[in-house]
């Protein structure tokens, strides 16, 4: 049986202004309030996906007003039909950019049952970093009692030989065309089109995890379909939800109940329009104990390769030495920051998309450290992941904070 799962999809009534409906990740410039006000203002007074999520700058101890208003508000656009139900289908998307004038993907609904995040354990769908466990919890809080999903995941599948997307947007003067409009905040263009064949689509996948396939592509027959490139901990927000929730269902309801399916936008790996960037860490409040060590992290002998990254100190950029292995540079960066996180109580880090908004921010604050990370080759991500399991939490991200995914489609996940 396959992983992919026929559900409804839902999208915002027809008469509604989209570019102000969508909105970026909520995990996107957590260092930057002035974006996220501004964008406040752009969308007010109008519905938009801005009212049913919880952007992550603003977490703080105690979330729970902002999340029973986000609740109220979801039950509220539930009560007036503000979604409406497209049916049993799948939606191809175009995504532009500044960067990329073109990103395919397919937004369609995936099996829990066969996604985990943890490296030890063989999956269908499988985290490609580490997962911060604390970011989980107030997402679940949110979940628990959301009638929607609207998601920001995006998977990524090594389809060199099917060519799904490419195909479906060829004959894309066949499906009718659902959205097409610019993206607020400089994100681009967006366009999508319903996918009615749902079954021909899961069989082109299903294709991706014969033995053979698997033993050309990766030199391994194990099994492996998507892996997470962005949202990795909305996807295990997902799981945990799922977990908690079969528990208290009858057996009759555990395969067809919806909170078992995660609407996702699956991506091929190959498609011009994915990009790998590093993510930069940001460390305030860092001592100059935090960086002469750093400097001192890694020193090559004459028989090694390395790398040399960019250091922000005091608003000035200096250089450090990293090792020439991308996934090994960026463990040995992240587990030091671990290690003085747990010895000096003030010092916080955080995790940046963007080598502009880096210096913008230590420029801004004279107590930031900037820290810069060596790009991943995406070629590698599906045989690594397959042989090695997880790479460092936060050891790439897909193009720049403006190409990440902004909320649109929605997923029924309660029976109501």
Not at 95 to 107: D, F, V, Y
């Amino acid at each position: 049986m396959s992983i992919i799962k026929k559900q409804h999809i839902y999208l915002p009534r027809k008469n509604f202004d989209m570019s102000k409906w969508a909105v970026i990740a909520c995990d996107q410039f957590t260092s930057e309030p002035e974006y996220w006000e501004k964008l406040k203002s752009y969308v007010d007074g109008t519905p938009t996906t801005l009212d049913l999520i919880f952007p992550e700058l603003y977490l703080s101890k105690d979330n729970s007003e902002r999340i029973k208003q986000i609740n109220n508000n979801m039950k509220e656009y539930y009560d007036k039909k503000l979604l409406e139900d497209e049916g049993m289908c799948m939606i191809l998307v175009n995504r532009s950019t500044k960067q990329h004038p073109k990103r395919l993907g397919i937004m369609l609904n995936v099996d829990l049952e066969a996604y985990d995040f943890r490296p030890d354990v063989p999956a269908l769908i499988k985290a490609t970093e580490g997962t911060i466990i604390e970011r989980i919890p107030p997402r679940v809080e949110i979940r628990k009692d959301s009638i929607f999903e609207l998601p920001h995941i995006m998977l990524l599948y090594d389809d060199r030989d099917e060519h799904i997307a490419d195909n479906l947007y060829e004959n894309r003067a066949k499906l009718e065309k659902v959205y097409d409009f610019n993206l607020n905040m400089d994100g681009g263009h967006l366009e999508g089109y319903k996918i009615k064949d749902v079954d021909g689509v899961i069989a082109k996948f299903d294709k991706l995890l014969t033995p053979e396939y698997l033993k050309k592509t990766f030199n391994s027959e194990t099994p492996l379909l998507f892996a997470v490139g962005d949202g990795n901990h909305s996807l295990a927000t997902a799981k945990e939800h799922w977990n908690r929730l079969k528990a208290t269902l009858p057996a009759e309801l555990l395969e067809n109940h919806p909170a078992r399916y995660a609407l996702v936008e699956v991506v091929n790996i190959h498609d011009a329009g994915i990009e790998f960037s590093p993510i930069f860490r940001v460390v305030k409040n860092a001592s100059s104990k935090f960086v002469k060590g750093l400097k001192k992290l890694y020193k090559p002998n004459k028989d090694e390769g390395c790398v040399t990254q960019t250091l922000i100190v005091n608003g000035k950029e200096e250089t450090f030495d990293l090792p020439n292995n991308s996934p090994l540079a960026i463990k040995m960066v992240q587990e030091y920051i671990d290690e003085c996180l747990a010895d000096e109580i003030e010092m916080t880090v955080d995790y940046i998309h963007g080598l502009d908004s880096l210096k913008d921010i230590c420029s801004k604050d004279k107590t930031a450290v900037g820290i810069t990370l060596p790009t991943l080759d995406k070629t590698q991500l599906f045989e690594f992941v397959i042989k090695h399991g997880v790479l460092p939490r936060k050891a790439f991200s897909i193009g720049e904070a403006r190409e990440k995914r902004y909320y649109l489609e929605a997923h029924k996940i309660k029976l109501v």
